[in-house]
């Protein structure tokens, strides 16, 4: 039997009714689609419309699906529809097509703006949980370290001393390698700018000033954020990992006292003597391109060096140590506290550790140099 499909009347009272007939299966499926469409251009202008199942002979799921696509539809322009009629066999299938078409229906997404707010909210957030962390940390560390001026007997001494090997004796000769190589850039490279206007000479006053105020700490610190900073936070992140920390607690032990102020010491200890032999080393760097390059005799870049810095350059640099060597072990060591039990959050940890460490670190000097700058240094 071939269907009506879709019958439509218009009541003396104006409603428009619908009337379903006949079976609405997939089989008919393209001609109940075109009335379906039909009838949705014929409610334009209507405010309710009422629609009758109770013609309906056979059923199945796409079926089911069209007469959801027709309540939609009289929906989404705002008409209200009336459903009844429908054979108490093919309820239960209607309704699990509802249910369905519901839970599959798309949420649209956020815009740009709200996802660009989200992320910066989110953001704001996770610096503040952040700072919070560190300064907490910062508050432990003096705690345990007043503990330790109190009870000597407390302070790991082997420990710091073993950290202090670690990260200053076995770096010399990667940080020597590096500040050599990099006082030569600088010196080659303003050879061959300056000597475009005759001012060789001033090639000397750049490299000692830049060196011994700037490049020689900034340089150590980002290498040992590298080097020491990510060692530090896989060593803690790996005994989080297997316990060890969580241990030394039921033991009675204070972990801050135990791993952590032994290494942020070593640190603060290290960076000074390692700016020291990095500013020395660019420096020698720099005097030899100045006399293979540039073609200066040393005893005149020397002379040249002498008259060009002073102490207040040298102090400059070396004030700058020691709280750049906080700032590294104390964001070092806070990412390793934040390890789960996953390797990825071990590898996240370290890399975040790395990167804020050198974050800080160039924030650090910065504001050392307002200070500085302020203060007629």
Known sequence: MVPHALNITQRPD????????????????A?????????????????????????????????????????????QKGVAIDVDGLDARFKGLADTVRLTADAAAPVPGPTFWLRA?????????????????LLSLLGKLTVAMFTSLARPATFRLASTVHQLDRVAWQAVPI????TFLIGGIIAQQGFFHFRKFGADQ??????????????????????????????YTAELGSMKMREEIDALRTMGLDPIAVLI?????????????????????????????????????PSIFIDRL????????????????????????????????????SAESLGLRTTASVVKSIFLVIVLDGLFAIYFSAIGW
């Open 14 to 29: 104006g409603l428009v009714e619908f009337g379903a007939d006949g079976p609405w299966t997939a089989e008919h499926s």
């Open 202 to 231: 001033y090639v000397v006053d750049m490299v000692g000033i830049l060196i011994l105020r700037e490049i020689g700490v900034l340089l150590v610190a980002i290498m040992v954020a590298g080097r020491s900073g990510s060692a």
């Open 117 to 133: 707010l989200t992320r910066m909210r989110r953001a704001v957030d996770d610096t503040l949980q952040d700072a919070g962390i």
């Open 306 to 341: 002498r008259d060009a810095v002073s102490l207040t350059h040298f102090k400059v640099g070396l004030i700058k140590a020691p709280f750049m060597a906080a700032v590294i072990g104390i964001v070092a060591c806070s990412e390793g506290l934040k390890v789960r039990g």
């Open 31 to 75: 001609k109940i689609d075109a009335a379906i469409s039909a009838a949705l251009v014929h409610v334009s202008n209507q405010t309710r419309v009422s629609l009758h199942l109770a013609g309906i002979t056979q059923f199945d799921t796409y079926g089911a699906w069209l007469v959801e696509k027709l309540l939609r539809g009289c929906r």
């Open 175 to 178: 940080i020597l390698l590096m």
């Open 261 to 297: 102020l032994p290494r942020i010491l070593a640190l603060i200890l290290a960076l000074p003597a390692l700016t020291f032999l990095g500013s020395m080393a660019a420096l020698y760097g720099g005097g030899l391109v100045a006399w293979l390059y540039g073609d200066m005799n």
